[in-house]
């Protein structure tokens, strides 16, 4: 007898390359009100405590399955608060809806927010800026 667990949620961790500060946000599974919950008040306190540094974001979404109705509306509550807090937003991704995401909140974002496909390419171009 197999029991199946479905995990959901996200990881945040605060990195840092070269002089460059980033928060690195992975969410996986399909999220949910109460993720949000936990999340945005660590986020909060990580964006003060950056003080006048410059700071990145990088959110891997590679293994995203989705929102609930009341998560979605969290998750755009999120981007237009915080649209203004980062220099630069790498989103690593595989579904063209994702894509299409980033180019329209590029033109609401003060920061440039671009897509990769690639990990690695998202975080050397991080790290160039």
């Given at each position: 007898?197999?029991?199946e ?75 237009l ?49």
């Open positions: 007898m197999s029991i667990i479905s995990t959901h949620g996200m990881g945040m961790d605060i990195k840092r390359v070269e002089d460059r500060f980033f928060i690195e946000i992975d969410f996986y599974g399909k999220l949910r009100h109460e993720d949000y919950e936990v999340m945005i008040p660590v986020i909060e306190r990580a964006i003060e405590a950056k003080g006048e540094r410059e700071f990145d974001l990088l959110v891997d979404m590679r293994d995203f399955k989705g929102w609930t109705f009341e998560a979605a509306i969290d998750d755009m509550r999120f981007g608060s915080f649209k203004d807090s980062f220099d630069a937003m790498a989103v690593v991704g595989d579904r063209e809806w994702e894509e299409l995401s980033v180019k329209m909140m590029n033109h609401l974002c003060r920061g440039e927010l671009r897509f990769f496909e690639d990990y690695d390419e998202a975080l050397r171009w991080i790290a160039k800026r």
